[in-house]
């Protein structure tokens, strides 16, 4: 068991998860994933690590409450124990001394985009981030970034906090200043992450994406996290989860990752019912001697 040491909210559905996990957090780097049950019964969930401490043994999650499997491990406490946490998994990121690099992170893509982030410091590069939420609520991990980063710009769809535009619109802006970009990491939303490797692709910026596609035991043996990249199957959880943006089949990700989601909706919404039935019940006294 893998005990929970502190759970917080972050945003609306979106929630920090600090777990006891020493072995992982010794070999973990940045850009790798670990697949998580937060029940002996429940659904695999890849979750990449967003933070650790090699000194304290835990590795720290952010979890948007989607689905059945993620909405209860958001509801986990500091206190309550996770039955499996497997990993680390995938490849770590590529760490190089580029030069000037952007980190972009959508909503929770952040949290992905962090470690990398202060990866890419370490290595000697100028490190902009590029950080975007539908609203000021969904803009996380902006102090942390602000620590690591040499320039830290956030984003809001609708204005409510930072620039008000999509994160693909700041990146356009660089651009067009004439900023010198020699790598972009994006990280987020599928169609996020499509529009990010449009607008690098003319320029010719090394522009890397995280995938996110459904996956099942990690290791490459299931196939269920197979994409296309350059015209060849890679699996996800061996051969990424980063991959060259500029190859990229994201119609077909984009696709397969639709397969399950009536399913899905069905499960989410009878959780949902039954969480609203348990608090319509009656509290029963508790009975003394």
Known sequence: MFNVLEARDLAPGVRYVRIE????????????FVIIRATSDGERIPLTIADSSTEEGWIALIVQGVG?????????????AIPDVAGPLGMPSRIERFGTVVSIGGGVGTAI??????????????VISIIGGRNSSYVL????????????????????????????DKLTDLIEEGRHLDF???????????????????????????????????TGMCGGCRVAVGGETKFACVDGPE??????????????????????NTRRDEMDQECDRRQL?????????
């Not at 059945?68 to 309550?80: C, I, M, S």
């Open 21 to 32: 996990a020493p072995k992982i957090a010794r070999r973990r780097k940045a850009g790798q």
């Open 68 to 80: 059945k499997a993620t909405k209860t491990l958001n509801r986990l406490e500091a206190g309550d």
């Open 113 to 126: 985009a962090y470690p990398s982030a202060v990866a890419l410091k370490e290595a000697g590069n100028q």
């Open 141 to 168: 991990l902006e102090e942390e970034m602000r620590a690591v980063c040499d320039e830290v710009y956030p984003t809001t769809d609708d204005g409510s906090y930072g620039y008000h535009g999509f994160v693909t």
């Open 184 to 218: 972009v990491l994006a990280i987020g939303p599928i169609p996020m992450m499509k529009a990010v490797a449009e607008v690098t692709r003319p320029h010719g910026i090394d522009t890397v994406v995280s995938l996110n596609p459904i996956m099942v035991d990690g």
């Open 243 to 264: 991959f060259d943006a500029h190859q990229v089949d994201f119609e077909l990700l984009a696709m397969r990752n639709r397969a399950y989601a009536g399913f899905e």
């Open 281 to 289: 019940l009656p509290v029963v006294p508790e009975v003394t001697a």
